[in-house]
């Protein structure tokens, strides 16, 4: 079985920061992210998507980043998927990351 991906990165703004083949906008509040995919770059089943937290986005050593913040995958579909990133306390809070979503694109199956 042959696969497919997508893959980006998005800001902490919830805008596109690298990658093609999807959109990306906050879903009502800093943190909550939906990414969607364009025309040509849907998958036929929900795919398997990874994510990791970028943060801080600077390379300094002074800084010791808090496994705590973390990223979650709240839902995937064939079209979509919706992405929380937080702070350590477990809220959400605006954060860059990035993403890699793999299968097979094509007509999602009923």
Request: glycine share 12%.
């Amino acid at each position: 079985m042959f696969g497919n991906f997508v893959a980006g990165t998005v800001g902490a703004d919830g805008k596109p920061v690298a990658g093609e083949g999807f959109t990306a906008e906050l879903a009502g509040q800093p943190g909550i992210i939906t990414v969607t995919f364009l025309p040509g770059w849907i998958f036929t089943e929900p795919p398997a998507v990874v994510a990791t937290q970028i943060h801080p986005d600077k390379d300094d050593p002074a800084i010791t980043p808090n496994t705590l913040s973390n990223v979650v995958i709240r839902w995937v579909t064939p079209h979509k998927f919706q992405i929380v990133t937080g702070a350590p306390n477990g809220l959400p809070l605006g954060r860059k990351f990035s993403f890699v979503a793999i299968g097979i694109m094509g007509t999602p199956k009923k």
